[in-house]
Structures are given as structure tokens and as C-alpha cells.
């Protein structure tokens, strides 16, 4: 989901760049940049999707702005500062093998715009229904449900790169109608809506028997899990691939033309001069396509070239294998629904049910008419809903506060805190360190050390980065080993475990394989249990009266924390959780070191307050102001540490360039970290094509990956899931060192015939078969942010925007040991401030069921309650548009096509 401010004419610039100029031509040029939709929502059961003109440039600036393009009239009060908010935008795609799919045969391409349309229409129907605004004085404001919303969908067949790309831009105004007049939308609830739009938007498009019925007559298979078309997958990682490039060579343009026209928008012109050189760069042997069909014969081309052949159509007509509504078991959807929320965070909303209801629904294989699949889903939404349990019993609840959890959430939180309660029960003491054990260790490692040394059964060590918790643990060990006891060390990973064993010299384990070992089992869903009867490892076993660590214990989830405790009292071992809470939280349900802490009590809990991994002592009481959320900006500023840059595309390249440079000159201690996915791919492509230009890596034989990343001899490596047959652990690093074939042929080889040989900074290396290569190497020049906690390296570099929270910040910032910068979009300064205080205010770890309640208590607070129903329908202001449909449930736009066989569809691959 974008949350898009700034200029309307900036806004036009965006969604023009997001696609390929002959896109223009494959659409028909001149037919509009965008359909336009109005939906008055006020006493009717479903809303009623009404079919504007369609906005071309010059009013779809005037729309974004704000304005009436009917009347010209301003919606209310606008503001005209670069924060304010102009749309919400979600994006309605899927695989890529879909577009292919597409490309391949026209009647395939119809359906699949078909069912994308119908998709809009449900979500531009669902967000009306649901989005709120909120009305009253400040602090005393509640939120309302809005009566009118205004959306935009732009359609593009192609990808910025010219590769096809079907997908829509699906835009709501920011500004609606509701009491009277013209508001702002409550975008915070929009935000916290976004399963339920990701949700039906996977499930309109997958279970379409238009378009599912199309790929059938074709002689494609389709898979409900993933949303791949079988016989298309082997190719599509290959063909991004090709595309990448272009895109990568477009972005390079933009960013040199922005340096040089600082405030200035690219128009259309200069945009398609962009797309022939990049195209003519990556593909020199290519002609460059100028319209639909040369494009579409380009496409087809590729396709065959990378070994794909058309497959015939089959000789009778193919049905469509679903099963039927009434065979699938509703309580049984419930209950897997509950448990994948509840694998996912403590507490949840409606529209968080509708989203996983969605995608079940998408998984069964079921292809059905839309109404009836609208029906089903509001049914399972109804009856799952029903079974949570209410975290605030106050009828002014806003729909979009997560105020909702599970019977099965609340009991592993309490076992929890009874298995902590249980452990803390017994006081003990510490233990006296001799002097020669102390040498080196600062006051507050030394009361660690001791605390750690001692008898007590439960311990809290928290401290900031940087401060020796490793340090901390080595002398540990020591003092253990003289009284005869042992330590063992947990982490929520196998990297880290694998690290903490190599520094402290001490067996050391991933928690998920200690509680296996112990007879805990899961499954993908969430479901835990225990098998008694499984016998623990040798490895695995702890004697009493033995240390047992939980390191970076701020990460562990709730449902692996409850299993450790549980191994923890039945073999009568000490824990000691080390960890800090101002770091990255888990990923799921978390706040296990918060409920620590609240068992420790002060004798046992010690705060290492020392920080000990900074070259430059000021840069030290810096970023321990950065953990405490003191107002540090200024002084990062005036330091240095605050790095501007005009876009996103420049900011893309400078990093690029930069890292690239470093890497070359051998400085390869370098942490480049980014919060989002796509911008770690973006990043690490860039500086890959400049490695590549250098000659440090080679581009000519590759494993190319199903994410579309090539792999040669020489890229800077990481794996991304455990392999045990392999010795691989996810997150681990490596350099390419060979690329070899496994069968005879040594000039011919295909990706699935060649094996990779990985090599790490301490000279181990691995053989990797290339099915795990494509499916779990990735680029790791860059990395999320998540992927560099526990690192230290010479110098760190963070990319700091929207999505950054103060933890990212906080680990961001304190990787490097001599320098960290981070790197903002902003034009001033003040800019630059208020996105670095909106990143330290920004906190969205999820700490348990009860830290949940409070939250949805201050959020309550914060946005306001829920107010009263809508007044009469005829305060509302009147529209009249070109035309008007309805349709059963959410009435779906025209764009030429029939739509006489809507439906709905879904996989996990639509993306939003």
C-alpha cells in the first residue's frame, strides 16, 4: 500500500513511469490515463459503483490535487504542503507467469483483464463500505463512516522494463465525503484494512472461471497454493531476469537527468528516449518495439529462445477441476484461519479475518461466480469473527483497531508467564569472581558475569548494542567451567547460533532445533504440539543446575519461547534471556523479554550500560541517546551522519555507486541495510551491473533464480533457508567461487544442471545443487534490516523512509564501528527531521496479548471512537455521472470486455 503526497503533477509522473512507453500503443494511446469511479455509500446494503469519465492527464492532476473535475470546485479545504495526503494506492497484479500466460494467446489476455477488473470493483466496493473519516474539535474528534469515495484505476500491460507486467493501479482520493462536507480519510485505517484488500483482491482474480476456464482451453494447469501456472513457472525467472536490466538502465537515466534538473518531472517524451537506450543497452541484438504487437511478438520470442514451446490446445474442451461450495468444511476453515492470525500477532481486526478467509478460500482451488464467493467469504469473516475472543468489550470500537485475538493466543501467553513465574519462584545469589576473571570486563559485565556465575534460576541481561554481551558470555563460560557447569547457547537463528558458538567457544543451537530435539513439532499453519515419546539429541542435552542462554531474546516468538521453558523446568537448567528491547522485535507474536523482565525484578535483571563497539567515544553516548529516543537528529546532522538526496533513483545509484567503489578497493566490512524487500533487490542489482561492468563478477555463466536474480562467480551470496544435508543456515553469506555443470556437457549446461561452489570469510565452503540456488540464493551486497542485527562491520549505511520504525533506526544506525549514515529523500533539512522523528515515534513490535489490549485502548485514544451513523442520505452531494451500473454485490467497470463471465480468483501472488 502508498500512501502518496506531494505534487499532483508528480503523481502523473509516477504512474506514467511505471510502465513501458509502447505501452501506450498496445493500449491505444489517447484513451485516457485513467478510469474514474464514484461510490456513494449510505443505506444500501452493498455501494453503488458509478462509471465517471475517464481523466486524462491535465484532470487527473486536478483530481489528485483535490479538486471536483466535474465543477472544478475544491473538495473542502485543501492543503498545498508536500505532506498532505493526495490517494492510497493499492497495486492489483499477480505472477508473472500470468502475464505470460497473457502474451501467449489473445483470449487468455481478455480474461485475465476481466478478472483484474472485477477485482478493482470489489476492493473500490469493499474500502467504501469499510473507510472512515473523523469529524469534531481537536481531542475530541471521532471517526465516521464515510457516504462518498472517489477512485482512480490505471491499467498497464508492461513493467517500466517492457516485459509484461499485467497490473492496476488502483488509487482512492484522500478526499471524501461524509456529514455535510468534504474530509480527509482516516489513513491509519485504510493501512490497518490492508489484508482484507490484499485478501480479495488474491481471490477475485484466482478463482475467475473466466479466466481460469481461458488457461484450461490452453492446455495450462494452475496451482491454488502459489497462483503459478505450472507449465509457465520454469521461465519466469529467466525472462525477469532479461527485463531487470532495462529497468535497472531506466532508473540510471532518471537519476543523471534529476541531478541535473533538480524540481523538474520527466514527461512522456523524455521517458520513451530513456526506454530505447536502455532497451538498445541490454539487448543490442534486439529491435526495439514500438507497438503492442511487436511487442507481444518480442515477448513470444523470448520466451521460445529461453526453451518454452507452444503447447496445442486440447482436442475437446477442458473443464475447470473445483470442488464445491457446500464440500468445504467451514469449521474447519475457521479454525485454520484463527491459527495462521494467531501465528502472525497477538491481536487482530475484521478486516485481518477477511484477508486470511480470502486466501483460503483461493487455496481450495475453487473457481465460482463472484456473488457466490462474496457470500462464502462473509460467512467464514462472520463465523471467525464469532470465535475470537474480544480483547475490549465498548460498542464505540472502530472496526480497524486490533482489538481481536484467540483463546489459544491468550493460554501460551499465560503459560508463559506460569512457566516464568515458576522459574523465579527460587532466589538464589551470585557468584564471587576471582580477580583474574574480572580483567577487562567494565562494572556492569562484571556484575553480569557474577549474576550469570550464580545460583539464581531465572536472569534478565539487557543491554544496548555494542555494550559486550558477547564478551559478557566468553567470561561466562569461563566461570562456569570452574565450578563444573556448562552453558548452552540459544538464538532465533541458525546464523547467530552458529556465530555465538564460534565466539565463546560453547555448544550452541538455533532455539527451533533445541525444541525439536525436545519433542516439540509445528506445522506451517501454527499448530503446535509435543511427541514425548522422541528422544533428545546427545547434542542436545542440558544437565541441572546448568546455564541455559536465550540470546537476542528480544527476537524470539511467544509459541518457541513457551517450548523452551517448557525443556527449561523439566530438565531443571538455569535461563538467563539476553537480549534489548529497543532492537528489532520478533517476527509473529512477541514481548517474551518484556514478560522476563517483569519476573526478574532488579536483583536479577543487569543492564550492560557500557558501549564498547564505537571508534569514536561521542559517536558511543550518541546512539545511546538514539536507543533512549533523545532528539538526536541535530547532532547526527552536524556530525555528518544525514545524507540527502534529491529521489529515490538517485538515492538507488549514489548507494550503488558507493558500495560498489568500496568493494572494489577491498573495503568489503560494509553493512548496506534497507527495510522493504523491494528496495534490498533494487539495491542489490544496481551494484551487481556496476560489479559486473568492473569485471569482479562474471555474467556470462550464471544460475539465474526464480525471483529472477542472476548468479556468477564472484556475487557476494546469501542463503535463505536451513538445509541440515547441506550445512546450510539461513542468512549465511558466501562469494561464488565456481559454477559447474553435473553432467558431461560443460558448454551447454541449463540451470538445473549446474552446481555452485560457496565460499565464506573463514574459508568453509559448500557444494549447492542449483534446485536450492534458485529457490534460496539470493544477492546479498544489501540486506533488511532484520538480516543485519547481530552484525558489526567497519561502516553501515541505512535507508531510511516511511516504513523505517525506531528500532530499525536504532540497528541501522549501530552496525558500523567507524561510521553510519543514513540516507533520506528529502529536499531540506527540516524535511529530513520530521522523517527521522516520524521513524523514532514509529513502533509496531507486536509485545503479547495484554500489550496489545493497552494499545488498542491508546489507539482508541489517539484516533477516536467510533461516532454516529451517517445523517439522512439527501445531505449528500449530488453526482451525475456518464453512466451508472449495478451489478449483484459490487458492480464491476466497463473497459470494453464482456463481463458476462465475472467471477473471482486469487493466490499468493497478487500483490499489494
Request: charged share 25%; net charge negative.
Amino acid at each position: 500500500m502508498k500512501f502518496y503526497r506531494g505534487s499532483a503533477a508528480a503523481a502523473r509522473s509516477y504512474v506514467e513511469a511505471d510502465h513501458s512507453r509502447a505501452d501506450d500503443y498496445y493500449l491505444g494511446e489517447g484513451a485516457g490515463v485513467a478510469a474514474r469511479f464514484v461510490v456513494d455509500v449510505r443505506d444500501s446494503v452493498s455501494p453503488t459503483v458509478h462509471q465517471a469519465p475517464d481523466l486524462d492527464g491535465e484532470s487527473y492532476e486536478r483530481w489528485v490535487g483535490g479538486y471536483d473535475v466535474d465543477t472544478d470546485r475544491a473538495k473542502g479545504r485543501l492543503r498545498d504542503d508536500a505532506s498532505a495526503l493526495r490517494f492510497v494506492e493499492v497495486t492489483v497484479n499477480g505472477p508473472k507467469t500470468w502475464s505470460l500466460a497473457a502474451a501467449l494467446h489473445p483470449e487468455i489476455s481478455a480474461a485475465l483483464d476481466a478478472a483484474q477488473d472485477e477485482a478493482a470493483a470489489q476492493i473500490i466496493g469493499w474500502v467504501a463500505e469499510h473507510a472512515t473519516t473523523r469529524v469534531g474539535p481537536r481531542g475530541r474528534q471521532v471517526q465516521v463512516r464515510v457516504e462518498q469515495v472517489e477512485a482512480a484505476v490505471i491499467r498497464h500491460h508492461t513493467s517500466r522494463a517492457g516485459d509484461p507486467h499485467r497490473h492496476l493501479h488502483l488509487q482512492i482520493n484522500a478526499r471524501v465525503f461524509a456529514h455535510g462536507r468534504w474530509r480527509g480519510i482516516h489513513s491509519v485505517g485504510a493501512r490497518d484494512s490492508l489484508e482484507a484488500i490484499n485478501g480479495i483482491g488474491h481471490a477475485a482474480v484466482a478463482t475467475d472461471p473466466g479466466f481460469r476456464a481461458a488457461l484450461a482451453a490452453h492446455g495450462f494447469t494452475f496451482d491454488p497454493i502459489t497462483g503459478e501456472i505450472n507449465e509457465l513457472a520454469p521461465y519466469a525467472g529467466r525472462f525477469s531476469a532479461r527485463a531487470a536490466q532495462i529497468a535497472r538502465n531506466v532508473d540510471a537515466f532518471e537519476a543523471q537527468w534529476r541531478a541535473a534538473h533538480p524540481g523538474q518531472e520527466p514527461g512522456p517524451k523524455l521517458r520513451r528516449t530513456w526506454d530505447r537506450r536502455a532497451w538498445s543497452q541490454a539487448r543490442p541484438d534486439k529491435v526495439i518495439p514500438t507497438d503492442g504487437a511487436a511487442m507481444v511478438e518480442a515477448w513470444n520470442d523470448d520466451l521460445h529462445e529461453l526453451g518454452y514451446r507452444t503447447r496445442s490446445a486440447p482436442a475437446r474442451h477442458t473443464s475447470v477441476s473445483t470442488p464445491s461450495v457446500g464440500s468445504l468444511n467451514r469449521d474447519a476453515a475457521v479454525e485454520v484461519v484463527l491459527m495462521r492470525l494467531g501465528a502472525q500477532r497477538s491481536a487482530w481486526n475484521a478486516a485481518d479475518i477477511r484477508g486470511q478467509v480470502e486466501q483460503w478460500i483461493a487455496a481450495t482451488g475453487l473457481v465460482v461466480e463472484a456473488g457466490v464467493r462474496l457470500e462464502l467469504a462473509e460467512d467464514l469473516t462472520a463465523r471467525a469473527r464469532s470465535a475470537c475472543t474480544p480483547l475490549l468489550d465498548r460498542p464505540d470500537l472502530p472496526e480497524h483497531i486490533r482489538a481481536l485475538s484467540s483463546p489459544r493466543v491468550i493460554g501460551v501467553e499465560d503459560k508463559i508467564t506460569e512457566l516464568l513465574a515458576m522459574l523465579a519462584c527460587g532466589r538464589g545469589a551470585d557468584a564471587a569472581l576471582p580477580p583474574q576473571l574480572s580483567f577487562g570486563l567494565d562494572p556492569a559485565q562484571q556484575n553480569a558475569v557474577a549474576a550469570l556465575a550464580g545460583t539464581q534460576n531465572l536472569l534478565v541481561i539487557e543491554g544496548a548494542a555494542g555494550a559486550g554481551k558477547t564478551t559478557t558470555l566468553a567470561a561466562t563460560k569461563t566461570a562456569l567451567a570452574a565450578q563444573g557447569r556448562r552453558v548452552t547457547v540459544v538464538t532465533p537463528t541458525l546464523k547467530a547460533a552458529e556465530v555465538a558458538a564460534a565466539e565463546i567457544d560453547a555448544p550452541a543451537f538455533s532455539a527451533a532445533w533445541l525444541v525439536h530435539q525436545w519433542g516439540w513439532r509445528w506445522d506451517s499453519d501454527g499448530r503446535w504440539g509435543r511427541d514425548f515419546q522422541v528422544p533428545p539429541d546427545p547434542a542436545a542435552r542440558l544437565t541441572r543446575g546448568d546455564l541455559l542462554v536465550i540470546d537476542e531474546a528480544g527476537m524470539l516468538d511467544q509459541d518457541t519461547a513457551r517450548a523452551l521453558l517448557d525443556v527449561a523446568l523439566e530438565a531443571q537448567v538455569r535461563v538467563a534471556f539476553m537480549g534489548d528491547r529497543h532492537q528489532l522485535p520478533a517476527v509473529g507474536r512477541g514481548g517474551v523479554l518484556d514478560l522476563a523482565t517483569q519476573h526478574t525484578g532488579p536483583e536479577a535483571t543487569v543492564c550492560l550500560d557500557v558501549v564498547h563497539r564505537f571508534a569514536d567515544p561521542a559517536y558511543a553516548e550518541l546512539s545511546v541517546a538514539m536507543r533512549r529516543g533523545g532528539p538526536v537528529f541535530d547532532h547526527l546532522w552536524e556530525r555528518g551522519h544525514i545524507r540527502l538526496h534529491a529521489s529515490e533513483a538517485e538515492r538507488t545509484q549514489a548507494l550503488a555507486n558507493q558500495t560498489a567503489e568500496a568493494i572494489l578497493a577491498g573495503h568489503t566490512s560494509l553493512a548496506l541495510m534497507a527495510d522493504t524487500r523491494e528496495q534490498v533487490t533494487a539495491l542489490n542489482a544496481a551494484i551487481r551491473d556496476r560489479l559486473v561492468e568492473a569485471g569482479l563478477v562474471d555474467d556470462h555463466t550464471v544460475v539465474t533464480t526464480l525471483a529472477g536474480e542472476r548468479l556468477g562467480v564472484g556475487d557476494r551470496v546469501a542463503t535463505r533457508r536451513n538445509d541440515w544435508h547441506l550445512s546450510l543456515a539461513n542468512r549465511q553469506t558466501w562469494t561464488i567461487t565456481a559454477i559447474n555443470p553435473t553432467t558431461s556437457s560443460t558448454t551447454m549446461a541449463s540451470d538445473a544442471e549446474r552446481e555452485l561452489t560457496l565460499r565464506n570469510e573463514r574459508g568453509l565452503t559448500r557444494q549447492v545443487p542449483s534446485w536450492y540456488a534458485r529457490a534460496w540464493v539470493e544477492s546479498a551486497y544489501a540486506t533488511t534490516v532484520y538480516g543485519a542485527q547481530g552484525e558489526t562491520t567497519a561502516v553501515g549505511h541505512l535507508v531510511l523512509d516511511q516504513s523505517t520504525t525506531a528500532a530499525s533506526a536504532y540497528v541501522g544506525m549501530t552496525r558500523g564501528r567507524h561510521d553510519n549514515t543514513a540516507h533520506l529523500v528529502a529536499e531540506t533539512p527540516a524535511q529530513a527531521r520530521t522523517m527521522w522523528e516520524g521513524a523514532c515515534s514509529r513502533e509496531r513490535a507486536d509485545l503479547g496479548v495484554a500489550h496489545a489490549r493497552l494499545q488498542a485502548v491508546d489507539d482508541i485514544d489517539r484516533y477516536g471512537p467510533i461516532g454516529p451513523t451517517r445523517p439522512p442520505a439527501n445531505t449528500l452531494v449530488p453526482r451525475q455521472p456518464e453512466t451508472t451500473r449495478r451489478r449483484a454485490h459490487y458492480p464491476a467497470y466497463d473497459t470494453g470486455h464482456d463481463y458476462s463471465r465475472r467471477a473471482s480468483a486469487s493466490g499468493p501472488s497478487i500483490g499489494f
